[in-house]
């Protein structure tokens, strides 16, 4: 069983940053994907950063260049950086994972508000 807990979601006025952290714990192996995704209300669960093996990245178009994913395999945790922030960053952000058996876990979900 995998458990994942996110934290380091807040408030924070627009242009600021923040830095959130997925702890996780069980069965991880770093040869498999870790993500964020984020649901603003009203709007779909998206994909906003993943990371496999260290080495392979996506980025939402929407936070290149002002959001940075990486990865602790030795803490079992995955960050996200995120500067620059906007008020359409908004939402609750959720940590994934994906292991060898396509199962697919989800954190609880930290809350980002970028207002002034």
């Known amino acids: 069983q995998v458990q994942l807990v996110e934290s380091g979601g807040g408030l924070v006025q627009p242009g600021g940053s923040l830095r959130l952290s997925c702890a996780a714990s069980?069965?991880?192996?770093?040869?498999?994907?870790m993500a964020w995704y984020r649901q603003a209300p009203g709007k779909q669960r998206e994909l906003v950063a993943l990371?496999?093996?260290?080495?392979?990245?996506n980025y939402a178009d929407s936070v290149k260049g002002r959001f940075r994913i990486s990865r602790d395999n030795a803490k079992n945790t995955v960050y996200l950086q995120m500067n620059s922030l906007k008020p359409e960053d908004t939402a609750v952000y959720y940590c994934?994972?994906?292991?060898?058996?396509?199962?697919?876990?989800w954190g609880q979900g930290t809350q980002v508000t970028v207002s002034s």
């Open positions: 994934w994972y994906r292991g060898p058996e396509q199962d697919v876990y």
């Open positions: 069980g069965s991880i192996s770093s040869a498999y994907a």
């Open positions: 990371i496999r093996s260290g080495a392979l990245i």
